[in-house]
């Protein structure tokens, strides 16, 4: 006895093949009507500007935000170096912010304080 499933099953990859085609089909049209208005030449009444020097446009897309990242970078750095602070990796101590000045209080094991917190200090 034979059934229908390798059929329908063939019936369902050949529509999405063919979907799939049109689909691209589809696309290829639409970019191609889409570019054709880029080919077009200037309008009557519209100006045509000179072409643009290179070395201008180099400064213009490539200095400008080369010199943005320098000043960010100086402005960063300059308060620290004016404070004398060292900028090199690892050069740095270990900073507790927003901690005592003086150091943390540690306990010596086993001996009872009055004056620190915990979960049942008293502050």
Avoid: C, H
Wanted: net charge negative.
């Amino acid at each position: 006895m034979i059934t229908s499933e390798p059929s329908s099953s063939m019936s369902v990859r050949r529509r999405s093949r063919r979907l799939t085609s049109a689909a691209a089909a589809s696309v290829v049209v639409a970019l191609t009507g889409l570019a054709a208005p880029a080919s077009a030449d200037v309008p009557e009444g519209w100006s045509n500007p000179d072409d643009v020097d290179m070395l201008y446009a180099l400064l213009l897309l490539a200095g400008v935000p080369l010199l943005l990242f320098v000043i960010i970078a100086v402005l960063t750095y300059l308060p620290a170096l004016i404070r004398g602070e060292k900028l090199a990796p690892g050069a740095a101590d270990d900073q507790w912010f927003g901690g005592p000045r003086q150091g943390a209080k540690e306990l010596e094991s086993g001996v009872q304080a009055e004056e620190t917190g915990g979960a049942r200090g008293t502050w």
